[in-house]
């Protein structure tokens, strides 16, 4: 049950990402899409990857299913990651589309590297 969860939340916070991440590059070129509906689209996505990251360590607890060394690691990673972007913020303010666009797009390729270690 909650594996099945975990692999339908790797999609979507693969998915999310990439939308979010293409979103906000195309932002910062196009001022017209710059709406608050991507930050709340982000900041949404982002927090799916801490729900994908608790699903895994229940999994990893249960015991039933063997996860990868390499799978937990990319899943960690991630979650490290959009504290490392969260906290650039203030910083980049003038390129605040690309950071968060890089980011969504970085964050995507974890998950799809995750996805391709995933459970045995």
Known sequence: MLSDLHVLF?????IGNGVAGAWALAAHWYEQIRLRALWW?????????????GLGVAINADGDVKLDQFHMFYGFVALA????IYS???????????LYGGGGLFLMGLGIRAMLLGPT
């Open 88 to 98: 650039y913020r203030q910083q980049m303010k003038e390129q605040i589309y690309l």
């Open 10 to 14: 790797a999609w979507v916070v693969v």
């Open 41 to 53: 689209f982000t900041a949404a996505v982002e927090v799916l990857i801490f729900v994908q990251v």
């Open 81 to 84: 990651s959009v504290g490392i």
